[in-house]
């Protein structure tokens, strides 16, 4: 098959790290099946065609720039996959909507060129029609190929714990947690059963649990799990206390705060975000 035959995606870049970009170069199965047309860090090109049969966005949208380009380029997409923690929840570009942050960014009248920052960040589907998420920090090459090849066979796994295959001991409940850079980890068993806080029960899965089969804990990246995601964030807050409360001891109030902190707020406030706020929920159907 020709090139010029091939069906056209671009990749457009917000406010992000490129994160997102490496793993889907790190995926090389599209390559004989899509004609990447558009995506800045690695093609020339100074401009999106004028139409392409699927646009990735990645990145949150921060200012005028990001939501202009957003715009542009869904109006010329048959199909918009919001791809990465950035474009669902923000993510790291989200900590410039600290208030001390972005009072000293307008006070500072010597910039130049810039573009205006928005009052927040935005996540894409406060701007345009979203057709399919694809969570992850970033999403794994796998996932990608899913979102691309929109392949029927693939079935991510509902939490990463279906993935991950430590055992989970009954007879072993740790009364404290263990920091994220103490410890020695034991292999083969949950890291919950050795006192780490891992939240992987109530994450999606997808992800082949490439942080917990290792050894470190699951801090959330995927997101919410079908369970939880068109429920109140409180509901995954309560599940993750149960699964602590029955494998451990460790008292309710420090597995709270932990899970508060800034190791986990980074990726757990996402969470709030699928239940909708003023805007409808996210369709479970269209998460992969």
Known sequence: MSQNSLPRFAVLQLSGCSGCEVSLL?????????????????????????EVEVLLV?????????????????????????????AISGGVANLG??????????????????????????PVDAVVKVD?????CPPTPEL????????PDFKPAAIVCVECGRKKLGDRKPEHLVGFQSGRVEEGIC?????????????RGGCRALC??????CVGCRGPSDMFIEKESQVWLEN????????????????????????????????????????PPRDKNRVL
């Open 26 to 50: 790190n995926a090389h199965e599209w390559v004989d099946r899509y004609d990447l047309v558009y995506m800045p860090l690695v093609i020339s090109a100074n401009s999106l065609p004028d």
């Open 58 to 86: 990645s990145g949150g949208v921060r200012n005028e720039e990001d939501e202009y380009n957003l715009r542009t380029a869904a109006s010329i997409a048959k199909k918009v996959v919001a791809v990465g923690t950035c």
């Open 97 to 122: 909507d600290r208030d001390e942050v972005r009072e000293l960014f307008l006070a500072d009248t010597k910039r130049h060129a810039l573009p205006s920052l928005l009052p927040k960040t935005h």
């Open 132 to 136: 399919l998420y694809l969570p992850g």
């Open 144 to 151: 990608f190929m899913a979102a691309l090849t929109e392949d």
């Open 191 to 203: 890291l919950i059963n050795q006192g780490y806080l891992c939240v992987g029960t109530s994450t």
């Open 212 to 217: 917990t089969r290792p050894g470190h804990p």
């Open 240 to 279: 993750i206390q149960r699964t602590f409360s029955r494998m451990t001891e460790i008292p309710a109030e420090e597995v709270s705060q932990a899970l508060k902190s800034p190791q986990l707020s980074l990726f757990l406030f996402q969470f709030s975000d699928y239940e909708g706020g003023d805007r």
